[in-house]
């Protein structure tokens, strides 16, 4: 079964998708995944969708939206970050947006002066590490290799950081079947009342919320997407 997920090799994304195939390819956006998936070119896709720091991931959520793919599974990996770097003089930390959001306070209090800079994933941070004595990277342990040593351990500003990601299959994978399910939709219009009217049946029914988050159409100002997940099967009536 081959897969897509965020590379180059080594990142959290790589980690997690390891848990369903060893076919792994990579590519450096989550819309590039959603869109391998949504063609059929590959059978699974992995992206990350929120992380309990940070919440969630803007950029996969606006792919979901744009295309029509199945969600098959949910993959809850913890984060456990370290910063590795050639020597322990460097002038600049980098690493995945999220990663080097999700260590703020350490890298303020330990590292004030070093710069941050952000790169499409923790893995290609540290090839940067690798290749400049002036960078450090945030990333897993065991990308560190024998070129760079590993500073600190559990810099994450959270012990309980951990992000969840979703596998994508085609859309005519798509399950009625299991305890949890995830909507998107677009109401195009706007009046008072209106979540109200979306979410009122839910409570109704007893049906558990689990997120509820809107993101900006892209049609016009003020207009929304909502991305909501609920603790029931669609084969429920």
Known sequence: MRALTLGPEGTYSHRATKSITDDIEFVESMT????????????RGVVPIENSIEGSVSESLDALADRNVAIVREIVTPIKHALMAQNAEFEIVTSHPQALAQCRKFLAEEYPSAKTEAVASTARGVERAREDPTVAAIGHPDTASDVLQVLARDIQDNNSNATRFVVLAPETERSDAGGKSTVIIYPNTNFPGLLLEMLEPFAERDINLSRVESRPSGERLGDYVFHIDFAAGLYED
């Open 32 to 43: 590039a995944i959603v869109e391998g998936v949504a063609s059929g070119e590959y059978e």
